[in-house]
């Protein structure tokens, strides 16, 4: 998959929103989707492997090109911010996520950004885990959380 920059990526992501007739969220939210996307294929092109590329390949599949991780990343925001059927636990994701970023000790995200990362994750368990355990809430932030200090990484 090569090296991707921010702003290759940012074109990805900006494509998925216009293909699907929607914009991104508000400034910080829609530099997150990128965030996202961009850490996302980072641990995906990882070549030591490693129980995060695993875990991220077993929610996201096996992406091969970069504007595919990016559309994905695009359409699980959607469907989460959509929340149709309504998602009960959503409350529950913020805490778990928030609960990620300070064990992992990694800088926590401005709020826009955890809407972000909740719809994001929303989405997944709704496609891939849709009565899912709180195993599996916390199994996605942990592929979220990783793959946003990725994309943060310089």
């Known amino acids: 998959m090569g090296d991707v920059s921010r702003d290759e990526m940012r074109k990805y992501v900006l494509a ?58 695009v359409d699980y ?29 990694a800088s926590m995200p401005q709020a826009g950004e955890i809407d972000v990362l909740v719809n994001v994750e929303i989405g997944i368990l709704q496609d891939k885990f849709p009565n899912g355990p709180k195993a599996a809430k916390q199994g996605v932030a942990e592929v979220l959380g990783n793959a946003y200090v990725a994309g943060v990484a310089p």
Request: charged share 15%; net charge positive; glycine share 12%.
């Open 16 to 73: 998925g929103f216009a293909a699907r007739h929607h914009t991104p969220p508000p400034p910080p939210g829609g530099e997150a989707v990128v965030t996202i996307a961009l850490g996302l294929l980072r641990q995906l092109d990882d070549p030591t492997g490693g129980a995060a590329v695993a875990l991220a390949s077993t929610v996201f599949g096996l992406l091969t090109l970069p504007a595919q991780v990016g559309q994905k990343v």
């Open 77 to 105: 925001y959607l469907s989460g911010k959509r929340d149709m059927p309504p998602f009960p636990q959503r409350p529950q994701i913020e805490p778990i996520l928030r609960s990620w970023f300070t064990q992992a000790g």
